[in-house]
């Protein structure tokens, strides 16, 4: 018979049946169409409620039994669960949203058979499970090592020792005596109880039960108050460490996991930032992130699902995938899941959404970019373009002029921010402006991050044993994702970045903004970059110090031109880079370029943040929306809010923006909660048809103040309407890519070319009409042709191209 050997409950009786009709009853839930065969064999099916079947990790699953609920439970004495051919008893048995839970454990790693059984009738169904480690990985392939353990620092818990591993981690006993190497840093869970202050802080709940007088209280989405306390569970999954905080009471024990003030709604919290992996990661403390605890939300947080920890989104959406199962086989299935997250946070739903399906039932990416990989592109031309401006075409006086750079770079650029290095530029006898684009304070040092593979490291790395265990390490976004884009044939990885054929200062040409003359010259002589594998150590600023670069100005690189192919001489082209066929394909099939598809309801919020160049430019909602009306034909899905962050304090660089702009996120919340029971309770509907009236573009005061909303406030953005109220108040600006003619999707690694006879006679260039000279020394710049923009990527599968 099905009997749990942990009986949970909302109601409390003690025969199992009663107390599963009781429950049923009183929560008004019943059933449904299915009661039994015409023979008499009852129809239920088992169903995987915490992960796919195929992707179950850490040996145990919560399902459900479906059919009708008042059939089941008059039958519940009769049924068996089989495991391998074996029979079980569940963990736990409870009804929430009028389902049935059943928690089991005990698979076996790799493949298991569960079967439905009942005594009368035999079989009544089966699901064929895969069971996973705890450790991972399910499907993101080998493993990345050297691992950097962060357990320690960040909550002060020893990792386990691996057995047989003679290298990696070092741990320690009480007495500091080496007991052995961790590989995978895993540790055991931990469950403590934290309270919120009436001043806003986080203190430990004292163990005799009191409670302490400055503890605070909140209120409830269903109006209840109570007290602010914290169950927050720790531990690893994925090898990275989690965190799931929910609202408890005084009296909570530490293995119980209470949904007493739950709401049911669960919020997921992605990070962002850069980095190349290499490392267990950082938790930060939005991992309590009170607003939402406040109001009852659960909120669930994980290292590897923070990108300055890592960039390989196929691990992040496991380590997504494989956090929320571990809670939902905790604490049970929530009502929906929602996501917050800034940067690379916002990235992750974006990519979450279109790779798995029904990990997130809506998000809010704030200040976000539609994917990682294809801000490479563009960014990969910002020190090509800034070394041109200030080296290589030092006597032209236009790039004196800090906006002009804007002609080619496309990013703001203002003299309110000076450059740092304006007057050692200009003792080396080089060209500079006063002030700066974004390519400077945003993305410098980006570009060695990402293909340099002598230019990196992983905190705490010194740790490690023995010493030259990380000396080998290829610190590259191409290393990091080797299982993805794969390697060449001397087992280097394959590369993204290409810029054969762009034509550099496109738009500004036409424009009237440069000459014909300049143009020229700009792309016969802006270069690319070396193979990572040909890359020489950086320079400074990035290493070493002022006064080194100063005397030896060899030194001075803020461009890396180390690392670029430059023209050899003679007026002979500078090379450019070519990408790999291979890698872009596997970028775009793996899904680590957004592609545009999102059946989840968003809000893109972000502060307007032009005037401060910071690097999380305005464009890049429209591009994200470009992609999705591209691939679903509209882009119902997704609502773009803009918060004002000006007057922007530009004597105060470090602080350039007031402290009190408004926080949208807490409003969007609310607005994707009626968004999402909309699609709950209209699911013939569209999700545009389910749009609440507040789900609409707009634009806001730095106060929170509405400045308009409605279908048109962004018109002109993506399209050649007249400027709407939203688009006149926030001015985007462009990238390198888009003044090269490229499109605002901005996904567009590999152009495909066309050749120079046919740009001339179709348009490409405008009212320009080049003399044979010209036209002799475009052909030498691009004897391959130039990009035609109207063409898919070369790279971009054919499957997805459809």
Request: hydrophobic share 35%; with cysteine; proline share 6%.
């Amino acid at each position: 018979m099905l009997r749990p050997r942990m009986y949970v409950l909302p109601c409390a009786l003690s025969a199992l049946a009663l107390a599963l009709s009781g429950c049923l009853s009183s929560s008004g839930s019943s059933s449904s169409t299915s009661s039994s065969s015409p023979g008499g064999m009852p129809e239920f099916t088992l169903s995987a409620l915490s992960s796919a079947p195929e992707q179950v990790s850490g040996g145990d699953l919560l399902l459900s039994i479906e059919g009708d609920l008042e059939l089941i439970n008059s039958e519940l004495d009769n049924l068996e669960l089989w495991l391998n051919n074996q029979v079980i008893e569940p963990d736990r048995l409870r009804t929430r949203n009028g389902r049935l839970e059943v928690l089991i454990d005990g698979l076996s790693l790799g493949d298991n058979q569960l079967e439905l059984h009942h005594t009368t009738h035999g079989k009544l169904h089966d699901l064929a499970l895969t069971n996973h480690p705890i450790t991972g990985p399910i499907f993101s392939g080998p493993q990345q090592y050297p691992f950097v353990c962060s357990t320690l620092e960040e909550l002060g818990i020893q990792p386990l020792v691996d057995e047989g591993a003679e290298e990696g981690y070092p741990v320690y006993d009480a007495n500091e005596n080496l007991i052995g190497y961790s590989k995978d840093c895993s540790i055991d869970s931990q469950v403590t109880f934290l309270y919120r202050t009436t001043g806003g802080s986080y203190q430990p709940l004292p163990g005799d039960g009191s409670r302490p007088a400055d503890m605070a209280t909140t209120t409830l989405t269903d109006g209840r108050t109570v007290d602010f306390i914290v169950r927050r569970e720790v531990g690893t999954i994925n090898r990275f460490i989690y965190s799931f905080a929910t609202l408890a009471n005084l009296d909570d024990a530490a293995e119980d996991a209470a949904t007493d003030n739950w709401n049911g709604r669960l919020l997921f919290h992605f990070e962002g930032g850069v980095a190349i992996g290499h490392s267990q990661g950082r938790v930060s403390g939005r991992a309590l992130e009170p607003n939402a605890l406040g109001k009852g939300y659960a909120v669930i947080y994980s290292t590897g699902t923070r990108t300055s920890t890592h960039y390989n989104l196929e691990v992040g959406g496991e380590a997504a995938l494989m956090t929320k199962e571990h809670f939902v086989k905790r604490f049970g299935v929530p009502d929906y899941t929602v996501a917050i997250g800034g940067s690379g946070g916002g990235i992750q739903q974006y990519v979450y959404a279109q790779n798995h399906p029904g990990l997130l039932d809506a998000g809010v990416p704030q200040y976000s970019y539609p994917d990682m990989v294809t801000q490479t592109i563009h960014i990969g031309d910002c020190e090509l373009l800034e070394h041109y401006m200030d080296v290589t075409d030092r006597t032209n006086t236009r790039w004196r002029t800090t906006d002009n750079r804007t002609l080619l770079v496309g990013l703001n650029a203002t003299d309110d921010y000076p450059d740092p290095f304006f007057e050692a530029k200009q003792m080396l006898g080089l060209s500079s402006a006063p002030g700066m684009t974004e390519c400077i304070p945003a993305w410098r040092g980006l570009t060695p991050l990402v293909m340099n593979p002598l230019y990196g490291q992983a905190r705490n790395q010194e740790k490690m044993q023995p010493p030259e265990i990380m000396a080998d390490v290829n610190w590259t976004h191409y290393d990091d994702l080797r299982n993805i884009y794969g390697v060449d044939e001397n087992g280097n990885p394959r590369t993204l970045f290409d810029n054969v054929g762009v034509q550099y200062g496109l738009q500004a040409l036409k424009d009237g903004n440069i000459t014909a003359e300049e143009f020229l010259h700009l792309n016969r002589y802006v270069g690319g970059w070396k193979k990572p594998e040909d890359m020489v150590q950086e320079g400074f600023p990035f290493l070493g110090t002022e006064s080194e670069a100063f005397a030896d100005p060899s030194r001075f690189d803020p461009w890396s031109r180390r690392n670029m192919t430059l023209s050899p001489g003679s007026g002979e082209p500078a090379p450019r880079t070519q990408g790999d066929l291979l890698a872009i394909q596997a970028a775009y099939e793996s899904g680590m370029v957004f592609d545009g598809e999102l059946t989840i309801p968003v809000i893109d919020w972000r502060h307007y943040l032009e005037e401060v160049l910071d690097m999380h430019n305005s464009h890049q909602s429209f591009s994200a929306r470009q992609r999705i009306i591209n691939r679903m034909g509209n882009s119902d899905s997704q609502v773009i809010w803009f918060t004002d962050a000006r007057p922007t304090n530009t004597s105060n660089p470090s602080r350039p923006r007031p402290n009190d702009i408004h926080d949208q996120t807490w409003e969007a919340l609310d607005v994707l909660h009626d968004w999402v029971m909309n699609i709950r309770e209209n699911p013939e509907r569209s999700i545009g048809e389910n749009r609440p009236a507040a789900a609409v573009d707009s634009c806001f005061n730095s106060d929170g103040s509405l400045i308009e909303a409605g279908d048109d406030v962004w018109n002109g953005v993506i399209d050649n309407n007249m400027e709407g109220t939203c688009t006149q108040q926030f001015p985007t600006y462009t990238t390198s890519r888009m003044v090269a003619g490229g499109p605002i999707e901005g996904s567009i690694f590999k152009c495909s070319l066309k050749p120079v006879s046919t740009a001339l006679s179709d348009g490409t260039y405008g009212n320009w009409e080049p003399s044979p000279a010209q036209i002799t020394e475009l052909n030498a710049i691009f004897p391959d042709g130039v990009c035609d923009y109207s063409a898919p990527d070369q790279g971009r599968p054919a499957a997805i191209r459809d």
